[in-house]
T-cell receptor, first 114, second 119 residues
Framework: GDSVTQMEGPVTLSEEAFLTINCTYTATGYPSLFWYVQYPGEGLQLLLKATKADDKGSNKGFEATYRKETTSFHLEKGSVQVSDSAVYFCALSIPRTAGNKLTFGGGTRVLVKP | DSGVTQTPKHLITATGQRVTLRCSPRSGDLSVYWYQQSLDQGLQFLIHYYNGEERAKGNILERFSAQQFPDLHSELNLSSLELGDSALYFC??????????????????FGEGSRLTVL
């Protein structure tokens, strides 16, 4: 079946540090890939997405590139802020299958200290 | 604010009891998804409804059931509760969710969740 594996946290960083969260996937079809973010006490919200190989998704200074050859979609940000403290989820869905069902990774908690 | 409303936000109950969680999707969204988030299992897909019909089932226990009503709101019923059912239950909605009708964008809009504690 489809699955997503991401690095376990927590990841603790200082402000302005570089952030990388690794994500790899296994899929039976050609997936679309996503990063969702969950801020404390809130639901998940879409951070960025990529729908085909070599696409780069970007939003709020975060970037991730769809790498089909390595089945990866690593999330990066060059200079984190305290407000980036959250749990980050990598996810996939298979287009043109039943619904928009998302398969999530286990989540990575990121804590940015001033 | 995602536009998805879940009630109640917190619920504490005892083993063996039954609870109902409610979800109102974003205006115009036809699909509702239920997910369970627990510390040891992560985010698990439970079930998906599109315009009142069940479309997909995930790791949903037989003790759990759901439905989507004509006004598109959805309810998740959890019965014979066990300690292990303690979790955060999320509802999400999207405008599409029916293969071949709309291109799947993968963007789901999540509510803030209902935290269930079973004692």
């Amino acid at each position: 079946g489809d699955s997503v594996t991401q690095m376990e946290g927590p990841v603790t960083l200082s402000e302005e540090a570089f952030l990388t969260i690794n994500c790899t996937y296994t899929a039976t079809g050609y997936p679309s890939l996503f990063w969702y973010v969950q801020y404390p006490g809130e639901g998940l919200q879409l951070l960025l997405k990529a729908t085909k190989a070599d696409d780069k998704g970007s939003n709020k200074g975060f970037e991730a590139t769809y790498r089909k050859e390595t089945t990866s979609f690593h999330l990066e940000k060059g200079s984190v802020q305290v407000s980036d403290s959250a749990v980050y989820f990598c996810a996939l869905s298979i287009p043109r299958t039943a619904g928009n069902k998302l398969t999530f990774g286990g989540g990575t908690r990121v804590l940015v200290k001033p | 604010d995602s536009g998805v409303t879940q009630t109640p936000k917190h619920l504490i109950t005892a083993t063996g009891q039954r609870v109902t969680l409610r979800c109102s999707p974003r205006s115009g969204d036809l699909s509702v998804y239920w997910y369970q988030q627990s510390l040891d299992q992560g985010l698990q897909f439970l079930i998906h409804y599109y315009n009142g019909e069940e479309r997909a089932k995930g790791n949903i226990l037989e003790r759990f059931s759901a439905q989507q009503f004509p006004d598109l709101h959805s309810e998740l019923n959890l019965s014979s509760l066990e300690l292990g059912d303690s979790a955060l239950y999320f509802c999400a909605s999207s405008v599409s969710g029916l293969a071949g009708v709309f291109e799947n964008t993968g963007e789901l809009f999540f509510g803030e969740g209902s935290r269930l504690t079973v004692l």
